[in-house]
């Protein structure tokens, strides 16, 4: 019994380190996936990509809501921060949303919190100066996602809901 001892042991120690680092890492290595995934059918990294209605053919965002008009921007803040201007929209209900490489949600305004206007930020590292009159959100790590979510109550709106959405933009700080 005793020769088991110490090689059981052993085996529950790596088994423990294993599990947290894999937990610890997941949300990294899924965003890392996602990101890539959304700026190579966006056109690559900083650009603004509107994506049709959901259906059962078209998914671009995990489970995506069909009642959702979703634009989406892969970012990369690694050469300098990155502009995220968001316009209304005649919808009753939008909201930019930010995430950054661990998932983690770093930045959420809607049309409410936006009081009809336009929500203008600068996604930066720490210690990237931001211009001055922007809103810095500050993230951890050079990569992650802002998605815009505008709900589309009538189908028969979205024409005039697409069009106002894609006067938004995501793009690097010149």
Do not use: H
Not at 7 to 22: F, K, Q, R, S
Not at 29 to 48: C, E, H, I, Q
Not at 113 to 128: E, K
């Amino acid at each position: 019994m005793r020769r088991w001892a110490l090689p059981v042991l052993l085996g529950a120690i790596v088994a423990l380190v294993g599990y947290n680092v894999a937990l610890m890492q997941y949300p990294r290595v899924l965003m890392g996936f996602a990101t890539g995934r959304l700026a190579k059918a966006g056109g690559g990294y900083n650009t603004l990509f509107a994506t049709p209605l959901a259906d059962d053919k078209r998914r671009q965002i995990v489970r995506p809501s069909p009642d959702l008009a979703y634009s989406s921007c892969a970012f990369d803040v690694s050469n300098g921060p990155v502009l995220v201007d968001a316009e209304p929209v005649p919808a009753p209900y939008w909201s930019l949303s930010v995430f950054d490489a661990q998932t983690d949600v770093a930045y959420v305004r809607n049309n409410l919190d936006a009081n009809g206007q336009p929500i203008r930020i600068a996604i930066a590292l720490a210690g990237q100066p931001v211009p001055d009159g922007m809103q810095a959100v500050r993230v951890n790590a050079a990569t992650g996602v802002a998605l815009i979510r505008i709900l589309v109550d009538d189908r028969n709106q979205f024409g005039a809901i697409d069009a106002a959405r894609r006067t938004s933009s995501c793009k690097p700080l010149s």
